[in-house]
């Protein structure tokens, strides 16, 4: 029998493109970062378009470090029992039109 | 909740990063800000006033604590002082921060309308002293 040690899933992703013609600004990234701190998953976000770490986005300053602009990816994951509700209501929020990959 | 107190030398500086903190909040946060000295024309000029910061301290009083965002120097002391002032059970929840003023008043003003604590808004508040803004 196996050790019943933590579930360890695979990180759910997701890719979604900043759609708000001003970026991804401070009071963007405050509903992104409330709506992360709705959830249990750890959720992280890359920009894929310019030089970015991997920040937490249930912080609003990691958030502010991805320096996204209009037509930037970002690259979601999360993981979690609750990361697949996660990942929809935040593409739901920066990608409204539901094209995140 | 807990509450927030800005202090800086500069009365501008004071009110707009409380301006812009509770701009970052979803529940209400009680925000205090408190910025220069008043001088014999009951003009603002720049420097920090202890008596002051205690009326602030007082007017956002909650609690579950104040968290102090202050920028430099005599900031720090005059805060210190501020405490000393204040009746022990509200001192012993009074926390100067080491976050930047601007950064850190952005974090905790989420933060605790998230509703954490003392020690956690102030240590998420303090990560922005490590956080770079561009990457090049």
């Not at chain 2, 501008?12 to 209400?28: H, S």
């Not at chain 2, 720049?46 to 604590?65: K, M, N, S």
Request: a negative charge; one cysteine or more; aromatic letters at 2%.
């Amino acid at each position: 029998m196996e050790d019943a040690g933590p579930v360890t899933q695979a990180p759910l992703c997701a890719t979604i493109t900043i759609t708000n013609p001003s970026g991804l600004h401070l009071r963007a990234g405050k509903d992104m970062a409330y709506i992360a701190n709705r959830f249990a998953a750890d959720i992280t976000a890359e920009n894929l378009t310019r030089p970015s770490p991997v920040v937490d986005i249930k912080s609003i300053l990691q958030i502010m470090q991805l320096q996204a602009r209009t037509g930037h990816e970002l690259r979601l994951c999360a993981a979690g029992a609750d990361a697949h509700e996660a990942l929809a209501a935040l593409s739901a929020l920066l990608d409204p039109s539901g094209a995140a990959a | 909740m807990i509450a927030l107190d800005i202090v800086s030398h500069c009365h501008d500086i004071a009110e707009g990063t409380c301006r812009l903190a509770a701009e970052m909040t979803q529940e209400p946060v009680p925000i205090a800000a408190v910025g220069g000295i008043v001088d014999e024309h009951g003009q603002f000029q720049i420097g920090t006033d202890a008596l002051r910061i205690v009326e602030a301290i007082q007017a956002c009083w909650r609690p579950a604590g104040v968290l102090l965002l202050v920028d430099v120097g005599s900031a720090v002391l005059s805060a210190e002082t501020a405490i000393e002032l204040l009746p022990e059970e509200q001192a012993a929840v009074c926390l100067i921060s080491n976050a930047p003023l601007v950064e850190g008043a952005i974090v905790a003003a989420l933060e605790a309308s998230l509703g954490h604590t003392l020690e956690e808004v102030n240590r998420a508040a303090e990560t922005a002293r490590r956080l770079d803004k561009v990457f090049r």
